[in-house]
């Protein structure tokens, strides 16, 4: 199971906004078809490994991080492949939330595979967390990038705010924009920074879909952003949309962008990771609306000092056990920064 997972990394930038997903199958301790998952419309990691397999599949063990499909999409079912080539056994380490899956482990087991889940189950949902957030809460799984001096500041007074971190952080970052399907930021950075939001550090083979909160629709038409592929602007009321983006209207009772429903429309539009990179009014706006599942915050050793922007607009609590609390999953160091993963608690 650890190989099926670690074949389906090699998904970890192309699969949206299908899982990734990898598969093993084995007779005995002899590895007989292995393979992945790379893009939506293509073959899915079963068949792939079944059609390197052969007749080698036939009585194996078929190791699996998500559960085979049991409908028709763009490809044909895998569940049912499985039994056609008449393996004996189907180990998946997560059963699939969609419901259009309809139980492929059931229609092994009806045809006599004998079919287990929950092997390795954390480390597989980890890897597929937008996709089971997007099918399971219908929204995509948000991940806040903030790059901040050890003070909690992320930009200086006027909003400026490249850069903070080093280079060793900073294509770190972009690792993350990658695998993500889609990065928002708003209207405020867009106008401090002039930023293009692309994947350039590291290589890709797909750009994620820019998004941009706007309520006003005040973006400069010579931004950057709006330049390359079509740009994703949600605003909060109507007006000619700019050059080279798709507006939509989203408004809420304060003349803002609806933020909830924001994300209920990208995972309509099958965004699974969604990737924040904004201002501290906006990330403050989505963390108060509870639209954040998770906080990547990158230190650096260096102070701004009180005049200079924090990372999140918030209220002041009255006491501190009203403070938001995180749970603290992973944290590293690149050069001279700290890398800080959590989540709240």
Known sequence: MRRALALAENGLFTTTPNPRVGCVITQGESVVGEGWHERAGELHAEAIALSRAGEAARGATVYVNLEPCSHYGRTPPCAQALIDAKVARVVAALRDPDPQAARGGDALAAAGIRF???????????????????????????????????????????????????????????????????????????????????????ETPRQPLRVIVDSRLEIPPEAQILRGAKVLIFAARAAPAPQNAEVVVLPNAHGKVDLPRMLEELARRGVNELHVEAGFRLNGSLVREGCVDEFLVYLNPSFLGDGAQGMLDLPAVGALEERLKLKLVSLGRLGEDLRILARPA
Request: aromatic share 4%; with cysteine.
């Open 116 to 202: 287990e889940h929950g092997l390795l189950e954390a480390e597989a949902r980890e890897l597929n967390l937008g996709f089971l957030s997007r099918v399971q809460r219908g929204r995509p799984w948000v991940r806040l990038k903030v790059a901040a001096t050890l003070d909690g500041r992320s930009a200086l007074a006027s909003g400026a705010s490249q850069w903070i971190t080093g280079p060793e952080a900073r294509r770190d970052g972009h690792r993350w924009r990658a695998r993500a399907c889609a990065l928002l930021t708003g209207i405020g950075t867009v106008t401090a920074d002039d930023p293009r939001l692309t994947v350039r550090e590291v």
